[in-house]
């Protein structure tokens, strides 16, 4: 029983770990991706105003 109970406690922190990892690799290729939607709207605006 108590190598359940410790199995199951090293399963949650393992995922809570996980699923911060994926949060924040989530936000670092949203903002990378925002980044690169504006600097192609920046381009096209360029391009287009002269």
Known sequence: ???IVYTFILLL??????WH???EDSRSAYEWSKG???QGAS???EKTSN
Do not use: A
């Open 1 to 3: 029983m108590r190598y």
């Open 13 to 18: 922190y393992g995922c809570s770990n996980t």
């Open 21 to 23: 990892g994926v949060k």
């Open 36 to 38: 690169k939607i504006n």
């Open 43 to 45: 381009w096209v605006e």
